[in-house]
């Protein structure tokens, strides 16, 4: 029994502190306008994507993360639009965030080889939490007449709240190398419940991969099995993670192994809840690609929490009108392991 209320009060703490960062996604190639609003417009296809995010579903009421984002290049204009929805879920409150964000992209050749793309995020968020969830120690009370009411002053300075977020980033890729920088909630929205200040620190990425190709013979073959090495380093106030990892794919199945933590800070107490390792697994087609991973929680939260499951959908669709004199993707979209 002790052993259960000392780690239900380390959970507590745990999740006061991580619910003072955004939540993110393992599977961070496919939610890249989640990590960089440069990735907008980076294929020629309209591209439509899914994120499903369950952290610790062995908790009531843990982290429950969904993304869908939306972006297309606009050739002619040499830019990229997206349009970016998240809505993330925690505790037993149903503390809710909800965005909703505008990206753009405009895209600088450097060289036949090379493209720079800097981009911009304009966003509005909304945070709430369910009143009627929530217990104050006055509700404790039973009276006659059955009801439970409250005179806690906290009650009455609860209510919604919406902010205005922006971002940026820079990407420099080719058709096999990418690297990139974002800096996410510029402005330092306030997003207080409490009619105070709890401003969202900002929160910077660096994040660069590259697909090493299997065979390079002299004859022409249907599929090539490659390899994709890569890493995401965020920080974001007192919290900083790294991420590496590295993709195999045979189309059209991809196998990932992602490792995420920092070894020299697995014992801090801003960094005792983030190490993971990550075995991601895929199926991709040419408009098509859908992935699972399951994240095995490795720091002192141990396999009681349930690690995290996490779905990705992605769709490529392209115009009509093009399909006929579509031209084969001069710089192909990154990261990705789409063809």
Same mark, same amino acid.
């Given at each position: !029994?002790?052993?259960?209320?000392?780690?239900?009060?380390?959970?507590?703490?745990?999740?006061?502190?991580? !619910?003072?960062?955004?939540?993110?996604?393992?599977?961070?190639?496919?939610?890249?306008?989640?990590?960089?609003?440069?990735?907008?417009?980076?294929?020629?296809?309209?591209?439509?994507?899914?994120?499903?995010?369950?952290?610790?579903?062995?908790?009531?009421?843990?982290?429950?993360?969904?993304?869908?984002?939306?972006?297309?290049?606009?050739?002619?204009?040499?830019?990229?639009?997206?349009?970016?929805?998240?809505?993330?879920?925690?505790?037993?409150?149903?503390?809710?965030?909800?965005?909703?964000?505008?990206?753009?992209?405009?895209?600088?050749?450097?060289?036949?080889?090379?493209?720079?793309?800097?981009?911009?995020?304009?966003?509005?968020?909304?945070?709430?939490?369910?009143?009627?969830?929530? %217990?104050?120690?006055?509700?404790?009370?039973?009276?006659?007449?059955?009801?439970?009411?409250?005179?806690?002053?906290?009650?009455?300075?609860?209510?919604?709240?919406?902010?205005?977020?922006?971002?940026?980033?820079?990407?420099?890729?080719?058709?096999?190398?990418?690297?990139?920088?974002?800096?996410?909630?510029?402005?330092?929205?306030?997003?207080?419940?409490?009619?105070?200040?709890?401003?969202?620190?900002?929160?910077?990425?660096?994040?660069?991969?590259?697909?090493?190709?299997?065979?390079?013979?002299?004859?022409?073959?249907?599929?090539?099995?490659?390899?994709?090495?890569?890493? %995401?380093?965020?920080?974001?106030?007192?919290?900083?993670?790294?991420? %590496?990892?590295?993709?195999?794919?045979?189309?059209?199945?991809?196998?990932?192994?992602?490792?995420?933590?920092?070894?020299?800070?697995?014992?801090?107490?801003?960094?005792?809840?983030?190490?993971?390792?990550?075995?991601?697994?895929?199926?991709?087609?040419?408009?098509?690609?859908?992935?699972?991973?399951?994240?095995?929680?490795?720091?002192?939260? &141990?396999? %009681?929490?349930? &690690?995290?499951?996490?779905?990705?959908?992605?769709?490529?669709?392209?115009?009509?009108?093009?399909?006929?004199?579509?031209?084969?993707?001069?710089?192909?979209?990154?990261?990705?392991?789409?063809?």
């Amino acid at each position: !029994m002790m052993k259960t209320w000392l780690f239900i009060l380390f959970f507590c703490c745990i999740a006061i502190r991580v !619910m003072g960062q955004d939540p993110h996604f393992s599977q961070y190639y496919a939610a890249p306008l989640y990590l960089n609003p440069a990735f907008a417009g980076t294929g020629n296809d309209h591209r439509f994507i899914a994120n499903y995010r369950n952290q610790w579903p062995n908790l009531a009421n843990g982290f429950v993360t969904y993304s869908f984002s939306y972006d297309y290049n606009i050739q002619d204009l040499r830019s990229g639009v997206g349009l970016l929805v998240g809505v993330d879920k925690a505790g037993s409150a149903n503390l809710r965030s909800t965005s909703v964000g505008f990206l753009y992209s405009y895209k600088v050749q450097l060289s036949n080889k090379w493209m720079l793309t800097p981009g911009l995020y304009f966003g509005y968020g909304q945070r709430n939490i369910d009143f009627n969830k929530l %217990v104050f120690g006055d509700q404790l009370e039973f009276r006659n007449d059955g009801q439970v009411p409250t005179t806690d002053p906290t009650f009455g300075n609860l209510g919604s709240t919406a902010y205005f977020d922006f971002g940026a980033g820079l990407l420099m890729y080719n058709k096999t190398f990418w690297a990139g920088f974002s800096a996410q909630h510029i402005n330092e929205p306030n997003r207080s419940l409490l009619g105070e200040e709890s401003k969202i620190p900002v929160k910077t990425s660096v994040h660069a991969g590259v697909k090493i190709p299997l065979y390079n013979g002299v004859f022409k073959r249907d599929r090539i099995s490659t390899l994709a090495p890569s890493f %995401v380093y965020q920080n974001q106030g007192s919290f900083d993670q790294l991420d %590496v990892g590295l993709h195999f794919l045979y189309e059209p199945v991809m196998i990932g192994v992602w490792y995420r933590g920092i070894p020299i800070q697995q014992n801090t107490k801003d960094n005792v809840s983030q190490d993971a390792a990550v075995l991601i697994l895929g199926l991709q087609f040419d408009q098509l690609e859908i992935a699972y991973s399951y994240d095995f929680t490795i720091s002192e939260l &141990g396999s %009681v929490s349930g &690690g995290a499951h996490e779905v990705s959908l992605k769709y490529l669709m392209a115009l009509s009108f093009r399909n006929k004199t579509k031209k084969k993707d001069k710089f192909i979209p990154c990261p990705t392991f789409m063809k």
